[in-house]
C-alpha cells in the first residue's frame, strides 16, 4: 500500500468555477519533491493541507475536514476503460493518488500513516460539482460520477508531516461502525434516509455531514412527536 504520486495545483482559469477571479486549481500535477502536510484551518479560510497546492473557492472547498484528497488508482483505471482516455495521476483533482488501499470504501475515522510522519483521519466522500464537470469535460459528469459512487475520501490532519510520492501507507485504525467513504457519500446526496445511521461515525464526520445528519433526526423526531 502506497502512494504512487502527491499531486499539486496552481491557479489557473476555468469558466467553470465559483472561485474568485474565476479561477481554480483542480488541475493537479505530481510533485517531484517533498510536500509539507498540515491542518489548513477552519473551512473558509483554510485551503488545502498540502504546502504548494492551491484552493481558489474557500466557501465550498478546503478547510480541516477536506485538507487532504485522495483516490486510488485502480478506480482510475476503472474510469479510464469507461471514458476511453488516459487519466493520469492527479486527473481527479485528488492530492494523493494511491495503490492498494479501497479509498472509496475507507470507514470515516480510518487513520492512515503516509512516510515517517504524517497521520490522516478519513472525514467524508467527494461530492461533485460543476468545477469538478468543467474539468473533465463529459456530459452528465456529475450525474454520472454520483450514481458509481466511488468518491474517494477526504481527510483532516492528525500529525502533520513531509510526504513524498512513492511513500509507503499503514492503516493505523479501523473504527468499527462500519461507515464508509460510499455510504457517507449517499447518505448526502440520493440516500438521505442513511443519515441517521452515519451518526455512528460520531465527531470523526466531517462537521457538515454530522450537521446535517442530527438536524434530518431532530426533524425525524420533531415530526413523530
Known amino acids: 500500500m502506497k502512494v504512487l504520486t502527491v499531486n499539486l495545483g ?126 473533465m469535460g463529459e456530459r452528465g459528469w456529475v450525474k454520472r460520477f454520483t450514481r458509481e459512487g466511488a468518491t474517494g475520501a477526504y481527510f483532516r490532519v492528525i500529525e502533520p508531516g513531509a510526504i513524498r510520492s512513492g511513500d509507503p501507507v499503514e492503516v493505523l485504525s479501523v473504527p468499527g461502525h462500519g461507515i464508509t467513504t460510499a455510504m457517507e457519500f449517499r447518505a448526502t446526496t440520493t440516500e438521505r434516509e442513511l443519515l441517521p445511521r452515519v451518526l455512528d461515525a460520531g465527531d470523526a464526520l466531517h462537521a457538515e455531514t454530522l450537521h446535517a445528519a442530527r438536524a434530518y433526526v431532530a426533524k425525524l423526531n420533531a415530526a413523530a412527536s
Open 10 to 135: 496552481r491557479p489557473t482559469p476555468s469558466p467553470h468555477t465559483d472561485g474568485a477571479d474565476g479561477l481554480t486549481g483542480i488541475a493537479k500535477h505530481p510533485s517531484d519533491g517533498p510536500v509539507r502536510v498540515a491542518d489548513p484551518g477552519p473551512k473558509g479560510t483554510g485551503g488545502s493541507g498540502l504546502s504548494g497546492d492551491t484552493v481558489c473557492d474557500l466557501r465550498h472547498h478546503g478547510g480541516s475536514d477536506q485538507a487532504v484528497y485522495a483516490y486510488a488508482r485502480e478506480e482510475l483505471d476503472v474510469w479510464e476503460k469507461q471514458l476511453g482516455r488516459p487519466l493520469p495521476n492527479g486527473s481527479f483533482g485528488e492530492n494523493l493518488t494511491t495503490l492498494g488501499l479501497t479509498v472509496s470504501h475507507a470507514l470515516i475515522g480510518e487513520r492512515w500513516r503516509i512516510g515517517d510522519e504524517l497521520v490522516l483521519e478519513v472525514t467524508s466522500g467527494r461530492i461533485p460539482c460543476r468545477t469538478f464537470a468543467g474539468h
